[in-house]
């Protein structure tokens, strides 16, 4: 008999590439999706013949309760949040709704109606933000620098709480950077794939940019849905670190993406201080020893394969699109 899922955040890049595993895998899958007036499923268009969709919100408990009785999940993946840094500073109460409060109303849904079935909660580098150790794992201190690193610092501890307080079989991926040509536009790595995409075809002539400097650790979406899934297949609940190991510079995102469109990036950027956090993080690398030892998960994509792949169906989307 099929494994049953539920994801909450069905449609968004994580969402859409752990549908896909999971259904690779032989599971029956199943999305919570938000009622709203711009509900996009784009993401998941080629798939969702083959998911059920069930109607659901992180702000009404009820909701993700019924959600739960109809599906009879054994597993259960949280991927739903506020997910960008810049909005939670403009938004920070519905960001601790979403992001903090809203994984206690899931853990309480399912410590009453599925408290068998095992859960993934989405943590996040953000979470380490000003960080006290390089590079960082699940030791390191956390000093959030954003609403969003603070709401998901709740959301991380909460979940550890439920699995300590009930018995609960609770995981949390704290996962660093990971893109795709699936993440949003708002998000620096597909603003500069589009942006280059842009600028080859002529459609934009300069990329406007906030801080240079700053390092991330990129991965692929893909290999780190694969992450979540091997978390909820141990003997025992856990809580890991994601990540390639291997920091890179905004600018450095910037020159291999437009090195990929034969441009040179100096020509185009422009560095804009209204794009600059009011507080950044300067520095975020992740050591994934755990997750290679304990899970053995290994990243497969590198650092410019990724950001070649971004850039070319950027193009080839906005091409097909100008036609």
């Known amino acids: 008999m099929a494994k049953r899922a539920l994801i909450t955040g069905i449609t968004g890049q994580d969402g859409s590439y752990l549908a896909e595993f999971l259904l690779e895998r032989g599971y029956e899958v199943f999305g919570l999706t938000r009622r709203s007036s711009t509900n996009s499923f784009d993401r998941i268009s080629h798939i969702v013949d083959r998911v059920t969709l069930l109607s659901g919100d992180l702000l009404d408990e009820h909701s993700l309760a019924a959600a739960l009785r109809e599906a009879r999940p054994e597993e259960i993946y949280n991927l739903a949040a506020q997910s960008f840094v810049p909005t939670s500073w403009a938004q920070p109460v519905l960001t601790a709704e979403f992001t903090a409060v809203g994984v206690t109303r899931l853990l309480e849904a399912v410590r009453s109606v599925k408290p068998d079935a095992r859960f993934y909660q989405a943590s996040s580098s953000e979470m380490f933000g000003k960080v006290a150790a390089t590079p960082q794992d699940e030791t390191t201190p956390f000093y959030p620098r954003s609403p969003y690193g603070v709401a998901k610092v709740y959301g991380h501890w909460i979940t550890i709480n439920y699995r ?4 609960l079989f609770a995981c949390s991926g704290i996962l660093f950077n990971h893109e795709s040509k699936r993440r949003g536009l708002e998000f620096v790595t597909r603003k500069v794939s589009d942006g ?7 459609l934009a002539r300069e990329l406007r940019m906030g801080n240079l400097d700053a390092r991330r650790d990129w991965g692929f979406a893909g ?8 978390m909820l297949q141990q003997d025992r609940p856990d809580d890991f670190v994601i990540a390639t190991g291997q920091t890179r510079t905004v600018q450095e995102l910037v020159d291999v993406a437009f090195s990929c469109a034969e441009l040179n990036w100096r ?5 804009d ?9 300067d520095v975020l690398v992740g050591d994934a020893y755990q997750a290679a030892k304990r899970l053995d998960w290994h990243p497969t994509v590198t650092f410019h394969q990724l950001v070649q792949d ?4 950027d193009l ?4 097909s699109a100008a036609r």
């Open 267 to 271: 020509d185009y950027v422009v560095v």
């Open 164 to 167: 300590e307080s009930y018995g």
């Open 316 to 319: 080839a989307r906005l091409a």
């Open 310 to 313: 971004m850039v070319e169906a």
């Open 223 to 230: 290999d780190y849905v694969r992450a979540m899934w091997l």
């Open 196 to 202: 280059v995409a842009r600028i080859k075809l002529g």
């Open 273 to 281: 201080p209204k794009f600059i956090r009011p507080a950044e993080v």
